[in-house]
């Protein structure tokens, strides 16, 4: 099946972030997706190399702040008040 590599990537950085935490002053999120979305992710340097004993991977200074904005697109309800 083809599909769009990019933007699967993008939803997957972007659901990091909802399951992401801080753990002694940076931001990590557990690595349950798929290892090749992870992989791509890691050579974009948004996140440290999935291939670790650690259920969780380090996310970059630019994978936090991209995957907070993505979420935001692809996630965020809009107010009813606005």
Do not use: C
Not at 24 to 52: E, F, N, V
Not at 56 to 80: A, C, P, R, Y
Request: charged residues 35%; aromatic residues 12%; hydrophobic residues 35%.
């Amino acid at each position: 099946m083809e599909y769009d590599r990019d933007k699967v990537d993008e939803v997957t950085l972007a659901l990091l972030w909802l399951i992401s935490f801080k753990e002694a002053g940076t931001k990590r999120a557990w690595k349950g997706h798929d290892w090749d979305t992870m992989d791509r992710l890691y050579s974009k340097g948004y996140i440290s190399d999935p291939k670790s004993q650690a259920k969780s991977v380090l996310m970059s200074e630019d994978g936090e702040k991209l995957s907070k904005e993505l979420f935001t697109k692809f996630f965020l309800l809009e107010s009813k008040n606005s």
